[in-house]
């Protein structure tokens, strides 16, 4: 059973570009969130879609947005990137709320 | 608001020794549970976790953790290291209610580094 797939694994950025990162979620999980790992703050909670909606959302920046498609992949988008935006970003899959599923991350570099 | 808070950023044992990672969280009602383990430039492994049922709980590589409603409490514990546990570890709460600012949303604590040295 194939896991949660995060592609690029590494990226490196210049401030005021824009990323996007993809996320593959288990095979039947329909449920996507979002996550930005940095050593300050920790796992912070982006977002979360299912079904192509967007359900809830942590406290970011509005330069920070996903969406999902009809095959329940996701991708997040960064705009305007800032030095404080390099952090590893996982992505986790789930069907049910008891269990979440994480993927091996995109670690971003913004120089 | 859920809160997590794991004691002890580092613990360190020597291998064969008894494992005790420390994990209280804040929560209105008993939220789920769970314990997972980070490996450098990896994402997270799921431990185990808690839902419902047995408070005790088993999960891989020997690890198993304690819910304790009255100390709001979830430790994790094994009984003894090897040095493949050599990791950080993150406790995370997630809210009973399926809803609105809970959806997909889990907190986790700051995480504990575990180091094990033969």
């Given at each position: 059973?194939?896991?949660?797939?995060?592609?690029?694994?590494?990226?490196?950025?210049?401030?005021?570009?824009?990323?996007?990162?993809?996320?593959?979620?288990?095979?039947g999980h329909r449920s996507v969130s979002w996550y930005q790992q940095t050593p300050?703050?920790?796992?912070?909670?982006?977002?979360?879609?299912?079904?192509?909606?967007?359900?809830?959302?942590?406290?970011?920046?509005?330069?920070?947005?996903?969406?999902?498609?009809?095959?329940?992949?996701?991708?997040?988008?960064?705009?305007?990137?800032?030095?404080?935006?390099?952090?590893?970003?996982?992505?986790?899959?789930?069907?049910?709320?008891?269990?979440?599923?994480?993927?091996?991350?995109?670690?971003?570099?913004?120089? | 608001?859920?809160?997590?808070?794991?004691?002890?950023?580092?613990?360190?044992?020597?291998?064969?020794?008894?494992?005790?990672?420390?994990?209280?969280?804040?929560?209105?009602?008993?939220?789920?549970?769970?314990?997972?383990?980070?490996?450098?430039?990896?994402?997270?492994?799921?431990?185990?976790?808690?839902?419902?049922?047995?408070?005790?709980?088993?999960?891989?590589?020997?690890?198993?953790?304690?819910?304790?409603?009255?100390?709001?409490?979830?430790?994790?514990?094994?009984?003894?290291?090897?040095?493949?546990?050599?990791?950080?570890?993150?406790?995370?709460?997630?809210?009973?209610?399926?809803?609105?600012?809970?959806?997909?949303?889990?907190?986790?604590?700051?995480g504990t580094i575990l180091t094990v040295h033969p």
């Amino acid at each position: 059973k194939a896991g949660v797939t995060q592609t690029p694994r590494y990226l490196i950025k210049t401030r005021g570009q824009q990323v996007t990162l993809s996320c593959s979620p288990i095979s039947g999980h329909r449920s996507v969130s979002w996550y930005q790992q940095t050593p300050g703050q920790g796992l912070q909670f982006l977002f979360e879609y299912f079904s192509e909606t967007q359900r809830n959302k942590g406290n970011f920046p509005g330069r920070f947005s996903g969406r999902q498609f009809s095959n329940s992949r996701s991708e997040m988008n960064v705009s305007t990137l800032e030095l404080g935006d390099s952090a590893l970003y996982l992505c986790a899959s789930s069907r049910w709320v008891d269990g979440y599923t994480f993927g091996s991350g995109t670690r971003l570099t913004v120089v | 608001a859920q809160s997590v808070t794991q004691l002890g950023s580092h613990v360190s044992v020597s291998e064969g020794a008894l494992v005790l990672l420390r994990c209280n969280y804040s929560s209105s009602v008993p939220p789920y549970l769970f314990w997972y383990v980070q490996y450098p430039n990896q994402g997270l492994q799921l431990l185990l976790k808690y839902t419902t049922g047995a408070t005790l709980v088993k999960g891989i590589n020997g690890f198993e953790a304690e819910f304790k409603k009255s100390e709001t409490s979830f430790h994790l514990t094994k009984p003894s290291a090897h040095m493949s546990d050599a990791a950080e570890y993150f406790c995370a709460v997630r809210s009973l209610y399926a809803g609105g600012t809970s959806y997909g949303k889990l907190t986790f604590g700051q995480g504990t580094i575990l180091t094990v040295h033969p």
